[in-house]
């Protein structure tokens, strides 16, 4: 039955993809709004994916915050790069500059408002992510990082990377920690099994704060499903 499911994911998903992807500059063509919007349909048909084909469901914990917010969240795969963006409103996302030179993807990216992220750190490239980030403080959106910097597998808690505490310091916003513990039935490179997956909103962090204790309690808080035996 996994194998099955994996099967018709691949299929349905991807194969419908490709011109969901083809059709995104019509999209644009009306705007960032419509963009927008067509990225969160496109978020929802994965999540109807994920839970009919897959047999994957979501169970939300926690306060809901209100207004914009910095939402840092565990990273453990790519379901919950698109699911959050359908929970919590379509986001600005910050994501790694890499992702931006896939034809196609890459321009609508920077039309929905994506904040990226240079590894290079030049003094242009700080520059352009000092100017980018202040833009997304005023849209009124919320932003979110995966503040790990990528995947990792369930019950590993490596520390936050450098730039989280730069981007708290720019935004100047509440950050929300999301904690996740969706690796376990969507393990890299392995078979997608059928279960629920947790994601557990923490309480809002006000900003401000050293840099240390700002790091140390979203640590805390996103990895708390690691270290919650119920889970």
Not at 73 to 79: D, E, I, L, R, W
Not at 88 to 102: K, W
Request: aromatic share 12%; proline share 7%; charged share 20%.
């Amino acid at each position: 039955m996994t194998f099955l499911r994996n099967v018709a994911f691949v299929l349905v998903f991807y194969g419908l993809t490709v011109p969901i992807v083809l059709f995104v500059p019509l999209s644009a063509f009306f705007g960032q709004r419509a963009l927008i919007a067509y990225a969160v349909g496109w978020a929802r048909f994965h999540r109807w994916c994920v839970r009919w084909l897959l047999g994957i469901r979501t169970r939300y914990e926690g306060p809901r915050p209100e207004g914009q917010v910095f939402y840092a969240a565990k990273h453990q795969s790519m379901f919950e790069t698109l699911d959050l963006i359908v929970e919590i409103e379509s986001p600005v996302v910050i994501m790694r500059r890499e992702f931006a030179r896939i034809p196609i993807w890459g321009w609508a990216t920077q039309v929905y408002g994506i904040i990226l992220v240079d590894r290079a750190a030049s003094a242009t490239a700080l520059r352009t992510l000092m100017r980018e980030t202040r833009a997304a403080r005023e849209t009124g959106r919320s932003v979110i990082l995966f503040p790990e910097g990528t995947r990792v597998k369930p019950g590993e808690t490596p520390p936050l990377k450098s730039g989280f505490a730069g981007l708290y310091k720019m935004l100047d916003l509440p950050v929300v920690p999301i904690a996740t513990d969706v690796g376990r039935l969507w393990p890299k490179g392995g078979w997608k099994r059928a279960g629920v997956a947790t994601f557990r909103f923490g309480e809002p962090i006000a900003p401000g704060l050293p840099r240390a204790e700002i790091e140390a309690r979203v640590h805390a808080a996103i990895n708390a499903l690691e270290r919650d035996p119920a889970y």
